[in-house]
């Protein structure tokens, strides 16, 4: 059965503080691996990555897959109040993303 | 940018009613995904259409239905709502496989 497993399941830091998020999967057809920022609203994308060892970055954020060995991680440094959100991980099966149970990041002033 | 449009906003319904959500795409997306997030929860793949056609199916049940029309919005139905169809439900679109961008969602609440 596919799957998708983030950890941590919860992480409460200070403004300034750099975090690392984990995403490992099990996927049959893998195409590429997502993650996405939900406040509360709908997940909103952040990076899609398809290539082993390529860095992708978007300002504080950045993320690597690693399709040897089956995960990807998050970063997020010099963290802000406004990053407080849950981040999930999706891989894509064929035509559909299998979403991780994600992680909540609460960063405190 | 044009987003993903969606409606209603809010929904609520007695048991055993029929409710219908839409979906417009972002356009010249050709893919509309439906998504049902309980709470607390990831996001469930329920059904997707490439070119107006079904083109992947998960865990819907056989209450629910869905189709794509030629204008490429969506419509999900659900009929006999039960007390845990109350959710959130997203409605995605992508372009040739690429990342999906979702949707505001419709919260269905079933009293």
């Known amino acids: 059965e596919d799957k998708v497993v983030q950890s941590p399941l919860s992480l409460v830091v200070h403004e300034g503080d750099t975090v690392t998020l984990n995403c490992s999967y099990e996927?049959?057809?893998?195409?590429?691996l997502l993650w996405y920022k939900q406040e509360k609203k709908a997940p909103t994308f952040l990076f899609m990555l398809?290539?082993?060892?390529i860095e992708k970055k978007s300002g504080r954020l950045s993320s690597i897959l690693d399709k040897k060995e089956l995960f990807s991680i998050l970063n997020i440094t010099a963290t802000q109040t406004g990053d407080s959100a849950v981040y999930l991980c999706?891989?894509?099966?064929?035509?559909?993303?299998?979403f991780g149970t994600g992680t909540r990041l609460q960063v405190f002033p | 940018a044009a987003g993903v449009i969606q409606s209603p906003r809010h929904l609520i319904k007695e048991k055993r009613e029929t409710a219908t959500l839409k979906c417009y795409p972002i356009?010249?997306?050709?893919?509309v995904y439906w998504y049902q997030q309980g709470p607390g929860q990831d996001p469930q793949f329920l059904i997707s259409?490439?070119?107006?056609?079904?083109?992947d199916k998960g865990s819907i049940p056989d209450r629910f239905s869905a189709q794509q029309f030629s204008d490429y919005h969506s419509e999900l139905n659900m009929s006999s709502l039960e007390l845990g169809d109350s959710a959130l439900y997203f409605c995605?679109?992508?372009?040739?496989?690429?990342?999906?961008?979702f949707g505001p969602g419709t919260r269905l609440t079933v009293t």
């Open positions: 995605a679109s992508s372009s040739q496989g690429n990342e999906q961008y």
């Open positions: 996927v049959t057809n893998f195409r590429s």
């Open positions: 398809t290539s082993s060892g």
């Open positions: 999706a891989t894509y099966n064929t035509d559909k993303l299998i």
């Open positions: 356009p010249r997306h050709d893919t």
């Open positions: 259409f490439y070119e107006k056609m079904q083109s």
